[in-house]
């Protein structure tokens, strides 16, 4: 995603969108896979020395539940997207890295088939607890164990 500086209204900004290749992002490597192309809509501006740009990123694309471990489909959106770089010498400025940067931390850590509440997993039985993508018959809370292990200490 790139920017000709000539392109930008002195004191104004210069709206931007469409679309383009997610590939760029390397979104894959946290855990998501793009199934459609990156969607822009961007207000870039410059001020003060520095440029930046506000607006909304969003792209579809995949992801693996932690919990039944299915791929599932999901869509990446940051909205409102902020940033602000210190003006390079160069007239075409390239904003992939920053958006880059912000979709990966947008990304979650764990990510649930369940969490948009659309559908229930399928490793979450009759609201049993689950570990290791199995339901857990008997939960005990290690709390619990701890203040046995107290109580027979005095």
């Known amino acids: 995603m790139k920017v000709h500086l000539h392109h930008i209204p002195e004191g104004d900004t210069l709206h931007i969108e469409g679309e383009e290749d997610a590939a760029p992002l390397e979104l894959e490597q946290g855990g998501f896979t793009p199934t459609a192309p990156l969607c822009y809509s961007l207000d870039v501006g410059l001020s ?3 440029l930046f740009a506000t607006g909304s990123l969003s792209v579809r694309g995949k992801m693996q539940c932690v919990n039944c ?4 489909d999901w869509e990446l959106v940051i909205d409102p997207f902020s940033m ?10 390239d904003l992939t890295p920053e958006v880059r940067e912000d979709m990966h931390l ?8 369940d969490s948009g509440g659309e559908k229930q997993c399928p490793a979450r039985r009759d609201d049993s607890r689950v570990a290791f993508g199995r339901p857990v018959e008997k939960f005990v809370p290690a709390w619990d164990a701890l203040d046995k292990l107290k109580s027979k200490s005095k």
Do not use: M, N, V
């Open 69 to 72: 471990l299915e791929d599932f």
């Open 84 to 93: 602000q770089i210190d003006l390079p010498k160069a007239e075409l400025i």
């Open 48 to 50: 003060g020395g520095g």
């Open 106 to 113: 947008a990304l979650p850590a764990h990510p649930k088939c």
